[in-house]
T-cell receptor, first 114, second 116 residues
């Protein structure tokens, strides 16, 4: 089945040590998104790619970066993780940016900071 | 600005009963999409159902249906014949509106617990 795959499912890193989360998709969708979700909260959009065009949310910290080397893959880089960055990170895709297209999510990566 | 409001932080329902999860929204754009997602404790976000702002009929997907009342700006999710596996967090969300079609705006969620 076509799907959105996130690796790893669980990630533990040390305070200040860079970490990369990965997302791949077999849906051939044009748009890929990264969300941060903290406990008992709704997901918060960090940024998205529409094809190769990167769109950053205004309140996303500079500590968070993203790369999309091709249609299938998208990476989230956290340059110097702080304790406040511990969260679930969700990758999503949609066929196009239309308001009438659903976003399809991966299983998420749960990030812990020691 | 777009806004989604879910007024029920938690709901408890007996197995096999129907349940309605409330969602109201606010937007000034005439074209938008409304979505419901299910998030079990394992964390994945599962797309359940979609309703377009111009759709004349309420959306249905198996045991899920969306009670769309456009004039009242409400999009309640109805789950018929609830099952233990329906216990999860449920998010109402919308896309479209004056902020652009890219962003999916979520409500705060309703935690549904199905009792045996």
């Amino acid at each position: 089945d076509a799907m959105v795959i996130q690796n790893p499912r669980y990630q533990v890193t040390q305070f200040g040590k860079p970490v990369t989360l990965s997302c791949s998709q077999t849906l051939n969708h044009n748009v890929m998104y990264w969300y941060q979700q903290k406990s008992s909260q709704a997901p918060k959009l960090l940024f998205h790619y529409y094809d190769k065009d990167f769109n950053n949310e205004a309140d996303t910290p500079d500590n968070f970066q993203s790369r999309r080397p091709n249609t299938s893959f998208c990476f989230l880089d956290i340059r110097s993780p702080g304790l406040g960055d511990a969260a679930m990170y969700l990758c999503a895709t949609s066929r196009d940016p239309s308001g009438h297209q659903p976003q399809h999510f991966g299983d998420g990566t749960r990030l812990s900071i020691l | 600005a777009q806004k989604i409001t879910q007024t029920q932080p938690g709901m408890f329902v007996q197995e096999k009963e129907a349940v309605t999860l409330d969602c109201t929204y606010d937007t000034s754009d005439p074209s938008y999409g409304l979505f419901w997602y299910k998030q079990p404790s394992s964390g994945e976000m599962i797309f359940l159902i979609y309703q377009g702002s111009y759709d004349q009929q309420n959306a249905t997907e198996g045991r899920y249906s969306l009670n769309f009342q456009k004039a009242r700006k409400s999009a309640n999710l109805v789950i018929s014949a609830s099952q233990l596996g329906d216990s999860a967090m449920y998010f109402c969300a919308m896309r479209g509106g004056i902020q652009g079609a890219q962003k999916l705006v979520f409500g705060q969620g309703t935690r549904l617990t199905i009792n045996p």
